[in-house]
């Protein structure tokens, strides 16, 4: 017997063989390193946990190109960003199509990690991660309840106080029609226990602006919506009918320019919140991580989507402390602390 591993844990069982029996040389493959050829620099990385989608969002394709949510084990996800942490990565982004969803497809089955058995769940998986020592960051989380079990990690510091999490409308009949969930008075309530549990918690989100048969009124609503829940970070995309979608088939299609104007109008309402809510961050001394010389996310930024904090001076790939002095719509600017 060569060691004890789970049922599941194929990465497991290989490392204990490979441990007396080394693999034959393989010239495609011995070249790769054992975090991957990643794309991004070396201190961030995205992980992967699951792939397709279960839900049929009518302005979406993507289940139908991908099909339905298939999970990777919990023991390969945490295998491969054990391999990312070896290799100098600092930041570990969750990507999937469904990150809420994890194990869902599987009945949350107990994988194998480091030997233990570890249910494949959103919240074990970020408990495990969390144990890493870097920083790790929710991307599209689906609004479902269970995911206020995260937040209390969030509180903790075990995973950072970030949930990327698409609501797409506020009204009702929009969600329905977009085969959402529909309550945005629960929505609400939920971003006020999240916010009560997690004080620094930075809520980002997309909406979608002029769906088809959406009314002045339910825009409004959205608007409403937005000034009430005071989102940290938001994108809005005006709807633009993707071939394939069910959504193109809905009555009342709004005109080009009025999706366009509301955009505009949504984007306006919410620079005015961001620049307040940046502009409260102004004294406050934020970890960074260095991503240039001079350039820097704290705990509230994604990389690419988010904003920056700018400093002179700076080593890339390392965290840093900044003292924010100066802020604008979308960024803070700052001194880096060593040289304070
Ligand atoms: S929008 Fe997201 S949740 Fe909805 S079907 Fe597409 S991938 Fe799934």
Not at 111 to 132: A, D, M, R, S, Y
Not at 307 to 333: M, N, P, Q, Y
Request: glycine content about 8%; proline content about 8%.
């Amino acid at each position: 017997m060569l060691a004890i591993t789970g049922p599941h844990d194929t990465p497991g069982v290989m490392k204990a063989v490979h441990a007396h029996l080394p693999k034959p040389h393989d010239p495609f493959t011995d070249l790769v390193p054992p975090q991957g050829i990643k794309l991004t620099p070396n201190h961030y990385a995205y992980l992967k946990i699951s792939e397709g989608c279960n839900h049929r969002c009518t302005f979406c394709i993507i289940p139908s190109m991908r099909g339905d949510l298939v999970s990777r084990p919990i023991g390969e996800v945490m295998h491969e960003a054990e391999n990312l942490v070896k290799a100098g990565v600092k930041e570990l982004l969750v990507i999937s199509q469904d990150t809420s969803a994890y194990g869902v497809d599987v009945k949350y089955r107990t994988g194998f990690h480091g030997g233990k058995p570890v249910k494949t769940n959103l919240q074990k998986l970020c408990e495990i991660l969390g144990e890493l020592g870097v920083w790790v960051r929710l991307h599209y989380v689906y609004p479902y309840p269970h995911v206020d079990q995260v937040i209390p990690l969030m509180a903790e510091g075990k995973i950072l106080p970030y949930l990327d999490i698409p609501f797409q409308h506020a009204s009702p009949r929009i969600l329905k029609l977009m085969k959402r969930p529909a309550a945005a008075e629960k929505v609400l309530a939920r971003i006020r226990e999240w916010r009560k549990a997690c004080p620094d918690l930075t809520i980002r989100s997309t909406f979608i602006a002029g769906f088809p048969g959406e009314t002045e009124a339910e825009f409004e609503e959205l608007l409403a919506f937005l000034k009430e829940a005071q989102l940290d970070r938001v994108g809005c995309f005006a709807y633009s009918p993707v071939d394939g979608a069910k959504a193109n088939e809905l009555p009342d299609p709004v005109p080009d320019k009025v999706r366009e104007e509301r955009k505009m109008r949504f984007m306006e309402v919410q620079a005015g919140i961001s620049k307040a809510k940046l502009k409260a961050k102004v004294g406050t001394v934020q970890k960074v991580i260095v991503d240039a010389p001079g350039v820097g996310r704290s705990m509230a930024d994604a990389p690419e989507i988010d904003g920056i904090v700018k400093f002179k001076g700076g080593k890339t790939g390392t965290f840093e402390t900044v003292k924010i002095e100066r802020s604008d719509a979308h960024d803070l600017f700052g001194t880096l602390n060593s040289l304070r």
